[in-house]
């Protein structure tokens, strides 16, 4: 599965590096709209990915590069993330201390 999550990623890369080099130096008609609009489009879904699953990448440690890649990678990113927030280490300690109480 993480073989096919990188590939996932790569691939996403690879297409985000082609629509910035389609905005650079425009590639013919009616291929540089195209690849605008498939962009934008992309932008779209990833940014409703990023509203939707918000939930699920709070408590992360580095919350603004999570949020990044969501934007960049969409669900190759997503899948990648365990479901479990990660709790800080004072708030794990203290559940294992209220456990043992």
Do not use: C, D, Y
Not at 9 to 14: I, P, Q, S
Not at 49 to 66: K, Q, S, T
Request: proline share 4%; net charge neutral; hydrophobic share 60%.
């Amino acid at each position: 599965m993480k073989i096919l999550l990188g590939l996932g990623k790569v691939l996403t890369a690879l297409f985000w590096g082609v629509v910035l080099a389609n905005l650079i130096n425009p590639f013919a008609q009616p291929f540089a709209l195209l690849l605008n609009m498939a962009g934008a489009l992309l932008v779209l879904v990833h940014g409703l990915e990023l509203w939707l699953f918000n939930e699920r990448m709070n408590g992360r440690a580095r919350l603004g590069l999570e949020r990044v890649q969501v934007l960049l990678f969409g669900i190759f990113h997503l899948q990648g993330l365990s479901l479990a927030p990660a709790q800080p280490v004072s708030a794990a300690l203290a559940q294992v201390e209220v456990e043992h109480a």
